[in-house]
């Protein structure tokens, strides 16, 4: 019965994943069965702790996100919790010995948001690698399964698409960040002028990010490297959409890829990856 339990507490998971992100879903079905569960783990964690700070207006969100961290720590302490959520991330956390400085990292940047607005160039990097970049290499730790040596030679790959991903929401929510929250997270850029040069610049640093972290794609396990690699092409389209947007559209606008045109893009690398072998950027 106790694995009924583990069971279930994964599919709660993984019903997280499909309610929030059409894009992460599909991607981690791509992904080669063994890694579903640990990767549906990994994302529901992520997800509820983002959405203490990004929704619950009504509440003591300090609070709650206090309760939800000491309740994370002693799951992973006591290799059990009556929430299936940080249940099935116990498993995860200690099946792949992912290590307690990158959930610290973590959870450091969900506390970030709740009071700071402006993020200046060395708390704007803090909270990508905390926010993003840990996320990556937390998804690579499953991957590399216990392969220390190739966790490190992967493991700048992860950072640089972790980031890339999370510069990519920052620009498509720009609206709900700064109308709504009174964030802004790009440094020394000015909102209430927002430019095609301060757009420029940001989509040029984003673009780096996707090139580097595309050298690592190339390189992960082959049960990984489909799903990672289509979670890629789905976020590089996004940004591509966003890049021929204006500026002041992007500031009022959430740009978005449809389902269709993910399913369509899911159908293009599956035949050009699984069937011919090609990984293009």
């Not at 498993?91 to 610290?104: A, C, E, F, R």
């Not at 926010?131 to 998804?139: P, W």
Request: proline share 2%.
């Amino acid at each position: 019965m106790l694995e009924l339990f583990h069971q279930s507490s994964f599919l709660c998971s993984r019903k997280v994943t499909e309610l929030y992100s059409t894009s992460f879903t599909l991607g981690i079905r791509a992904l080669d069965n063994r890694f579903h569960d640990a990767i549906y783990g990994i994302y529901g964690f992520v997800r509820y702790a983002d959405e203490i700070v990004d929704t619950f207006h009504d509440w003591d969100k300090s609070a709650l996100l206090a309760r939800f961290k000491a309740d994370t720590y002693e799951a992973i302490d006591q290799k059990i919790s009556l929430n299936p959520i940080l249940h099935a991330f116990q498993l995860t956390v200690h099946k792949y010995q992912i290590d307690n400085k990158l959930i610290d990292a973590f959870l450091h940047s969900m506390e970030m948001d709740l009071f700071t607005q402006n993020y200046k160039q060395e708390f704007y990097e803090e909270y990508i690698y905390g926010s993003a970049e840990v996320v990556g290499l937390m998804c690579l730790k499953v991957f590399c399964e216990g392969d220390n040596v190739k966790f490190e030679s992967l493991k700048q790959g992860a950072r640089y698409l972790g980031a890339a991903f999370q510069k990519v929401n920052f620009l498509r929510d720009m609206q709900a960040d700064y109308k709504e929250r009174g964030r802004v997270y790009f440094p020394n850029v000015d909102f209430d002028n927002f430019c095609r040069n301060q757009k420029d610049a940001i989509e040029a640093d984003i673009q780096s990010d996707f090139e580097k972290a595309y050298e690592g794609i190339k390189m992960l396990p082959e049960g990984a490297k489909f799903g990672v690699y289509l979670a890629y092409k789905y976020y590089l389209n996004l940004f591509k959409k966003i890049r021929k947007t204006e500026a002041e559209k992007v500031l009022h606008t959430r740009i978005r890829v449809s389902n269709p045109k993910k399913l369509g893009i899911w159908a293009s690398v599956y035949l050009r990856s699984n069937v011919l072998g090609i990984y293009a950027p």
